[in-house]
């Protein structure tokens, strides 16, 4: 079972020891992310996670971060979000000191130094780079930016080439010094725990700072009023397209029927359009539906790579289906499978303490990211027990509400010419 710890001058920690366990994680998440920039200092976020492996006051050098790390077999990272940031170390049991004192001194005593600032410029934008080059990685990009618009909501959480190249080390510091207090850090540790873990918890983490002047998040406000569609021309074989709806932010009551609904229509290889468009009409090697949610908006998209002549036919396709679900309750042996996957995805994706750290973890990021700073967070069972409570009804209220003409969003990857013929397409009618 998990614990909850607070402290009014210490970061919130969550413990999560795992029985028969042989190894042991870290995860420290910092409740903020690029949703958090300015305009001038778009992708300061990520750049400022690439900094905190560059060197510290005790290991002034990427290589002794790294060497200490690879010394005990760990597995560590961080990724970037738009509401969060996360470091985690994992590695055996034993070695769980190592893990907590690298990774705290990485947060607490970066150098920053200028000159690997400006080396990792030329990093990030090969980062970038790579994105733009991969439609597979980068489409999730382009579909928010059509949804969301010129927002924090809507940029690329790596910033543009153009704000990568203006960020300066001021700007990392500032930043660091008014998002990472302690106020906004969870640290949740994971697996076969040490026992005097509190002790060294508080040995290597006391020192983190307070932070003031905190730039709290824009809203994400809904206005569109009719279906939006954003092309970005490339040469490809394939046209790439996104296709989907605003929904409910996390921990909304609709949430869990709407990741059924989409794993309905395409989260599974018996998923209505994966059978549909994939092996009945061979239109498409992948295509998928998913559902993403953040502490004040979401959304439920359908992805997929044709060629351009099925353009219009893939995307007539994955409407039907849409408006079929508004009119027709899903049958019971469907929904049951459905949920029977889900299930067992869940149980599948817990077995390591990496796992669990990040199931408790981001619950526990994403309600401080609305307020909730103590609010209950759900077992795998608590989850399960309300995955099971969702019926057919449930589901086609929340298709009713989404899968209208207003919301529908295209964002599409590849050589297209005629835009206004796919604009006209966008409707459930």
Not at 78 to 95: D, I, L, M
Request: some cysteine; charged content about 25%; overall charge negative.
């Amino acid at each position: 079972m998990w614990q909850r710890q607070f402290n009014d001058n210490f970061p919130l920690v969550l413990k999560v020891p795992l029985d028969n366990c042989q190894t042991f994680t870290i995860l420290v998440i910092v409740a903020t992310g690029s949703k958090f920039e300015t305009a001038q200092e778009k992708g300061v976020s990520h750049f400022l996670e690439h900094m905190f492996f560059k060197g510290t006051t005790k290991r002034p050098t990427t290589l002794a971060i790294s060497s200490e790390l690879d010394a005990i077999g760990g597995e560590y990272n961080a990724f970037t979000s738009k509401e969060s940031t996360a470091f985690y170390v994992k590695c055996v049991a034993n070695q769980a000191e190592v893990a907590l004192d690298v990774l705290s001194d990485m947060l607490l005593n970066s150098l920053f130094a200028s000159e690997e600032i400006d080396k990792e410029r030329g990093v990030i934008i090969e980062e970038i780079n790579m994105y733009e080059d991969n439609p597979l990685m980068h489409l999730s990009d382009v579909f928010e930016r059509v949804l969301y618009g010129d927002t924090p909501a809507g940029w690329d959480t790596a910033g543009s080439k153009e704000t990568v190249n203006s960020l300066k080390r001021e700007n990392l510091i500032d930043y660091w010094q008014t998002h990472y207090g302690h106020s906004r850090a969870i640290i949740c540790l994971a697996g076969n725990l040490p026992h005097d873990v509190d002790t060294l918890v508080n040995k290597y983490f006391s020192q983190w700072p307070t932070i003031f002047n905190f730039r709290d998040k824009l809203p994400v406000i809904n206005q569109q009023t009719e279906p939006q569609l954003l092309v970005e021309n490339k040469t490809t074989d394939q046209v790439h397209l996104a296709l989907g709806v605003p929904a409910f932010p996390y921990g909304h009551p609709a949430e869990l029927p709407t990741k059924l609904l989409a794993a309905i229509l395409g989260g599974t290889m018996s998923s209505r359009l994966f059978l549909e468009i994939r092996e009945r009409r061979g239109l498409a090697y992948y295509v998928r539906t998913e559902a993403e949610t953040y502490t004040d908006s979401g959304y439920l998209v359908t992805e997929a790579g044709v060629k351009k002549e099925s353009l219009p036919l893939a995307i007539s396709m994955i409407l039907q289906e849409y408006k079929k679900l508004t009119t027709e309750l899903v049958e019971e042996g469907e929904l049951n499978r459905v949920k029977k996957f889900l299930s067992g995805r869940l149980i599948l994706g817990l077995e390591g303490s990496d796992d669990l750290a990040r199931w408790y973890g981001y619950q526990q990021a994403l309600r401080l990211g609305q307020g909730k700073n103590q609010a209950t967070l759900d077992t795998p069972q608590d989850y399960l027990t309300k995955l099971n409570s969702v019926s057919a009804t449930d589901i086609r209220e929340v298709a009713r509400q989404i899968f209208v003409d207003k919301g529908l969003n295209l964002a599409i990857i590849g050589p297209v010419a005629n835009q206004n013929k796919l604009v006209s397409l966008l409707t459930l009618d």
